[in-house]
């Protein structure tokens, strides 16, 4: 099953890691935040290494109701 990703915007510190390192997953709002696009379009792999870098926790990531990553 797909991942599901979920940006915290109480949490999201726009320091653009995600974006930098993931373009096609993640970009910035116009409050400077990480907003979710595609996660589709990178390796599951990937999605999960990028979203554990953000350095605020901001990103979690879910497959089938678990949490890979973060703490939605």
Same mark, same amino acid.
Request: glycine share 6%; charged share 10%; net charge negative.
């Given at each position: 099953m797909a991942l599901e990703v979920v940006v915290d915007e !109480?949490?999201?510190l726009g320091a653009?890691?995600?974006a930098y390192?993931?373009?096609? +997953?993640?970009?910035?709002? &116009?409050? !400077?935040?990480?907003? +979710?696009l595609d996660p &589709?379009?990178?390796?599951d792999a990937d999605?999960?290494?990028i979203a554990a870098q953000?350095?605020?926790?901001?990103i979690t990531v879910i497959r089938d109701g678990e949490v890979l990553v973060g703490g939605a």
């Open positions: !109480g949490l999201c653009q890691r995600c390192l993931a373009p096609t +997953v993640f970009e910035l709002n &116009a409050s !400077g935040q990480a907003d +979710v &589709a379009s990178i390796p999605l999960i290494a953000c350095p605020n926790f901001a």
